[in-house]
């Protein structure tokens, strides 16, 4: 995001810079077939923004397109509200731009995650050989190959689901970066990857279609990976030195399955191998991130559904991972930590007037259902 330079704002003939009159004139002549009963806002206007009120003439999402385009010669961007029974447009002096990265970053950052989610790969895998022999990985290299399964598995369900994030984004024009991958030493050697959106949303459609299609397609990645991965690993009977994984409902019901298609024993545990436990991490934070509040791609589809409303339920959502980190899992504190600090607070989207229609609402309803059946309140032993 970035302000248009003082000295790039319009100017007039003869080379001097528009007055705010100037411009308040010039923006109410690109009204008049969208909005001709437009009146100035005086009380709310200020330096940085003009305000007109009255009542579109053609639906929003047109409007806003026109706007827009219309606004952006006189260095403005247009926003779309509703007040008091009118619609409102207000001009802000800014012009939003992407800034042009080089991919040389993302890069950088996808070969470093993946050699950290090898060897976190290889340490998981080789486990109980690791702790018969230390040294296991200086005397036989080769078994660090072990963990590339699990490497390509969280690096394909986070991949996709940033993939899946992007190429959305610019379906509705919005302006991305590539995946950035983020590494980790420890854990299953990865914080995860984002991508940064570097224009607003224009509407709570694109707002809705860009937080659902990560965790949609990474869920669509991970699951299969998980059932196969429960297939082939293997069953024996509780040792002492297992470690329980807390499991989500529908992750209980594909395990039941997997019971009775290989026959399984009630009295025998299944001891998921590397790959896995990367699915199972995979579908875990899927349903972390499907927590609807701040920034998390369940808070943009929360706002694009509820608008104003979202706000409640972040503080709500707060308020419950404070209660589960004092009761179940502390790593909850983590988690609300993260939603603070990226922020709680959703911002609207540029256009608020265009609908988000039927459709996407009971998609919403489904995004809903897959958070309660992802969703587990101890993940880990405490």
Not at 171 to 197: D, E
Not at 215 to 228: I, M, N, R, S, Y
Not at 313 to 336: R, T
Request: net charge neutral; charged share 10%; glycine share 10%.
């Amino acid at each position: 995001m970035t302000e248009q330079n003082p000295e790039t704002l319009p100017q007039n003939a003869e080379g001097e810079p528009i007055s705010r009159l100037e411009i308040v004139g010039k923006l109410r002549s690109h009204l008049t077939d969208i909005m001709p009963d437009a009146e100035t806002l005086w009380q709310q206007s200020s330096p940085s923004s003009v305000h007109f009120r009255g009542h579109l003439t053609i639906d929003s999402t047109h409007a806003y397109s026109m706007l827009r385009e219309r606004f952006a010669t006189l260095g403005c961007t247009p926003l779309l509200r509703s007040q008091s029974g009118y619609d409102v447009i207000v001009a802000i002096r800014h012009l939003f731009r992407a800034q042009r990265t080089r991919p040389i970053g993302n890069i950088i950052l996808l070969l470093l995650t993946l050699v950290t989610t090898t060897l976190t790969g290889a340490f998981l895998e080789q486990g109980e050989a690791l702790q018969q022999n230390p040294m296991i990985f200086f005397e036989r290299p080769s078994l660090l190959l072990t963990g590339i399964p699990a490497a390509l598995t969280i690096m394909g369900i986070l991949g996709i689901h940033e993939l899946a994030h992007y190429f959305v984004a610019r379906k509705h024009g919005l302006q991305s970066s590539l995946p950035y991958f983020i590494p980790s030493p420890f854990g299953i050697g990865t914080f995860g990857a984002i991508i940064r959106i570097q224009t607003p949303w224009e509407n709570s459609k694109a707002l809705f279609d860009v937080g659902m299609a990560g965790p949609v397609a990474g869920f669509l990645v991970a699951l299969p990976l998980f059932f196969v991965g429960l297939l082939i690993s293997p069953a024996m009977p509780p040792i002492p030195e297992g470690v329980p994984l807390g499991s989500p409902l529908l992750l209980r019901w594909i395990e039941e399955l997997v019971y009775l298609i290989r026959g399984i024993p009630q009295d025998h545990e299944i001891y998921v191998n590397a790959m896995t436990f990367a699915a199972w991490f995979g579908l875990v934070v899927t349903g972390f991130n499907l927590l609807p509040v701040g920034q998390l791609d369940g808070g943009h589809v929360a706002y694009a559904v509820l608008g104003r409303w979202a706000r409640l339920v972040g503080i709500a959502v707060l308020v419950l991972l404070a209660l589960l980190g004092a009761l179940v899992w502390q790593g909850w504190y983590v988690w609300a930590g993260l939603i603070l600090f990226s922020g709680w607070r959703h911002p609207a989207p540029l256009n608020t007037l265009a609908p988000l229609g039927k459709t996407r609402t009971i998609v919403g309803v489904a995004i809903l259902v897959l958070l309660i059946l992802l969703f587990t309140p101890a993940p880990f032993p405490i």
